[in-house]
């Protein structure tokens, strides 16, 4: 088993300390809350959407440092783009952090979000690091019932 400190480079402690778009939008027109009661991860995510642009996205919520980490990596990115890319951006994502530890991460698809692929080692870990893409799904598709991961 790899060691879990490789998990936590660099870049998932800045944004676990410091995370990125942590704020409630209170002019959201897409929220939605997701859970994973594994882990004990809660997350909402805001969305402020015009013309199908993600104009503005904020998260709040409480868990692991994956988890926080994941969501901050992901409303940086997915923040001024289309829905359209947004999904796929989950879609290249969840196929990262659900590959075979040696397969290669799309880095130039992914950009910082490839900061999470040592995840894929650690399948509890998975679903923390999912959580908050499964949130801003929901909330882009308009589901109303909280999402759990279980
Ligand atoms: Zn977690």
């Known amino acids: 088993m790899a060691d879990l400190r490789e998990l936590y480079q660099q870049v998932i402690l800045d944004h676990n300390r410091s995370p990125r778009n942590y704020k409630r939008l209170p002019d959201a027109s ?7 009661p594994l882990c004990g991860d809660e997350i909402t995510v805001y969305v402020l959407l015009e013309d ?33 890319e947004a999904e796929q951006l989950f879609r ?19 950009g910082k979000l490839a900061a999470l692929a040592g995840v894929r080692q650690f399948p509890a870990r998975v679903k923390c690091a999912n959580l908050p893409w499964h949130t801003l799904h929901a909330a882009l598709t308009g589901v109303h019932e909280p999402v759990s991961t279980e």
């Not at 926080?68 to 829905?83: C, D, P």
């Open 30 to 36: 897409h929220t939605a809350e997701g859970t994973n």
């Open 52 to 84: 199908d642009v993600i104009k503005d996205v904020g998260f709040q919520g409480s868990g692991c440092a994956i988890s926080q980490a994941s969501a901050s990596l992901m409303t940086s990115a997915v923040k001024g783009r289309g829905t359209d």
């Open 92 to 110: 290249a994502f969840h196929d990262m952090v659900t590959a075979g530890p040696d397969a290669p991460a799309d880095s130039k698809a992914l």
